[in-house]
């Protein structure tokens, strides 16, 4: 299982917080990833990420339907850009 939750489709202006507040209540989130349209969000127990993709599949925020699924992993220096990439302030 892994740890990671792509969040595809998030509207503009959404922020961290918005984030965080959304999928903390499902457990401790070890990391948010986050660049324009989508994020990651990293859980520091990987049987969450089950429940929250059952749990939050059809969820809105800021009344736009986020695209919610399990996260696929990358390798090599793709992971590092992408964390480049969502480390960078908008």
């Known amino acids: 299982m892994q740890d990671d939750i792509y969040i595809g489709n998030i509207p503009q202006g959404t922020t961290y917080e918005d984030i965080r507040q959304l999928f903390e209540i499902h457990g401790e989130i070890s990391r948010i990833m986050m660049h324009k349209k989508y994020a990651f969000v990293s859980y520091s127990n990987k049987d969450i990420v089950e429940k929250v993709i059952n749990t939050i599949v059809k969820t809105t ?4 339907l986020l695209n919610i699924k ?4 990358r ?3 793709i ?3 992408v964390s480049f990439l ?3 302030p908008n």
Request: glycine letters at 6%.
């Open 61 to 64: 925020l800021h009344d736009v």
């Open 70 to 73: 399990p996260a696929r992993k």
């Open 86 to 88: 969502a480390q960078k």
């Open 79 to 81: 992971d590092i850009l």
């Open 75 to 77: 390798s090599g220096c």
